[in-house]
């Protein structure tokens, strides 16, 4: 079907509201409660636009779009009314940007820097409190806009049913539990709730501090545990040639976004200072030395050559692996079966 | 899995049996606890352990550890008995019905309450709300597989959706939960001893003449032996060298001394790793691998989705992606290979393997394809056995109850099984070198209210847990989830290691061993 947005006219699907309609087609609207996954929440009143014909300004995530649609977005009075909400959603809380891990990632500050709002007009002076008691996720309430899209995560996602609103008006908060510091509640940290908070409410704990959103390159790739293969997206710092956080990929068939607690946070061992950086060979006296890969592969080559000749290819067998590639696996039978000449090839497949 | 992820949610009843999904597969759980949300839904959970699946269950079912095969037998006797089987799909796409039929008909569900622990009426309202909710789809893990009657279960598994229709259809099929990134493709690429890449058979005269041909060398027609053979093999001498590729056999393997006894024995050990694993400790060389974020490659997933691994960070130091490894190593043997990078030797790997032939790299982009993909037009194939089975007609297959290898007796009056939990990975290798990760999850034997009062053991204590084979000092978990005179203890502890005291015994055909089962004893420590 065509609609107009700000008197040019686009195609849009039926079934799609005017946020999606006008996202799909380039249009920018600030949205900060809509999350592709939870669905429409009508809460945040940012995304409010103006349709011909309709009474006041409507919440463009919440109308579905219709045949010949006239629609408004940056007329005066929306963008008086988006100000208006950004600048309470600011004021209501304390959106510090200058060490905020969202910085340049946050989706309050890009709707108050299309706005040109540069400091909050009001000051409800709200309370600082944050929950640092869980072992991967940092909460800072005072940067949160009760959007509830990590309450719709927790409980219609990943169905771990932890966050929910508690408390009245002024005194909302996103609460795990009976209210218990995240790290004493039932909490799996998953993450879902980082993956999908629009400000620096709710962050990943370890990278705090460690890299700006902009200078990490993102690179996609699989995650190394369980055989579900959920997508993940690793934050790289180049420079430091470290993975600093991992997300979940949100288009993937497989995972949706989802990862577990180890699939977004057991990352550290690849930086780990235990890792082997060199071939070693086992001395006389038992202890490890560390030799070239020339003189390891030599004394490999050569010893199973030994054992081939006296003993036959069947005195060679080799564990593959079920934690590397497709590729590694089909060059170790490969190499088993045409250089070992032996069939002796198994893995932890039953394991 | 015969089925795909996203499929999940067109499911009616969904059963799980013997896999504590939200521990070892928290995503599918995940989708599976969304279906249930959604209303459209039904769970069913059998397991040993009352896990949180079982939060979310129409009906929840304890069976007694090693009951599996009855059980099945069981829920398929009262469907026929019932005539609530799907008869049409029975008679135009099954063989070998009258001779399942003539076996569970012995599985009243009164024998199978003696025999299983489970009420007979949960037994009678599973077979109900399965065989009557439209669409269902079953899922398991090790807790089926990991048996001496293993293969038994897996049939018996297979058996029930065969009577139940289930096979072919979007939210149905048997979903085997596979545990490793990677171990779906291990097994496609022949790793194992007695198949070729895509399980073309090693012995096979037209399969030899394929690899033959394709790599100019002769390879052996015998079946190779498997890794509990190979550990075996080295005590007895058979087995003069072992290559050992990210693999931690002291951790993961069964009856933990034999295991240590095999690699101290082994004329030459080569174990290839990121870390000094428990195993790499007994080596003769090591060499130094890379982690899966410092290559390039493809995993494929447990619905048989093959996705690309792309290289990330530098790996450390002059460690090498496994296949530089394998390559140095061959062409030290005189090789002469030359591939220069994963996509090479991908493009040869899909000429020979037939269920991979369609994928490229750039076919696979970042959604993947799910196999078989014959054709470079090929979609992929999300459900398998559509229209017919692989082999033409499903087979059935009367499948007789046995009990484990080893029960409890008077001295070790315990069944005592082991598995995973949510914020460990199988041996450790990896999460056990991650800050944060281990304050989650330690070292634990989960034991039963009453059985813990009557031992006079407190939630925390030490407990000394001992089998025929060694013991193991740890922690008591105190719960009610678990049933009275059955523990449990997850593997993942180098400093506790469940299999100190798993049992050796195999499933005769698959040689997986018995993880699930062997008795115990627990003191206090």
Redesign the interface.
Known sequence: MKVTINGKEYEARQGQTVLQAARDNGVYIPSLCYHPKTGPAGKCRVCIVEIEGARGLQTSCTVPVKEGMIINTESENVRKAQRLVVDLLLSSGRHDCLACEQNGACELQDAAYRLGIERPTFTLAPKEQTDNSA??VFREHAKCIQCGRCIAGCN????NEVLDFGFRGHDTKVICDDDVPMGSSTC???GECVQLCPTGAIVDK?PRGKARTWQLEK?????????????QE?H?DRAA???VRISG?ED????EG??????R??????Q?P?????????EDGGT?RKAS?DE??????S???D?VK??G???????????????????????????I??????????? | MTNDIAGIKAADVILVIGSDTTSAHPVIAARIKQAVRSGKTKLIVIDPKEIRLADYATIYARQRCGTDVAVLNGIMHVILKNGWEAKEFVASRCEGFDALKAEVEKYTPEAVEKISGIPAATLTAIADLFSHAGTGGLFYSMGITQHTTGVDNVKSTANLQMICGNMGKTGGGVNPLRGQSNVQGACDMGGLPNVFPAYQKVGDEAVQAKFDKAWGTKCSVKPGITITEMIDGAITGNVKALYIMGENPVISDPDQHHVQKALEACGFLVVQDMFLTETAKYAHVVLPAAAWAEKDGTFTNTERRVQRLNKAVQAPGEAKSDWEIIQGIANAMGAGWQYANSEAIFEEMRTLTPSYAGMTYDRLGSMGLQWPCPTIEHPGTPVLHREKFTRGLGLMTAIPFKEAAELPDAEYPFVLTTGRVLYQFHTGTMTRKTAGINKLAGPMVMLSDPDAAALGVRNGEKVKVSTRRGNIVTYASVTNKIGKGTVYIPFHYAEAPANRLTIAAVDPVAKIPEFKVCAAKIEKA
């Open positions: 072992e991967f219609a996602t990943v169905v799996v940290q998953c370890l690179v996609e790739t699989v995650c190394p545990y369980c055989g579900v293969g959920c997508r690793l790289v040639n470290r993975i990929v993937s068939p497989v995972n989802m990862l577990c607690v180890k699939g946070y057991a990352f550290d061992f690849v780990s235990e890792r082997l950086t060199a071939p070693l060979i086992r490890f890969w390891a592969l030599t004394l490999v080559a010893r199973f050559g054992v006296k003993h290819p069947d005195a060679v067998a080799g564990l593959a692996s079920a934690k590397v590639t497709n590729e590694e696996n089909f060059l170790f039978q490969k190499f088993m079966r045409t250089r000449i032996t069939n002796n090839i198994d893995h932890c497949a039953r394991l």
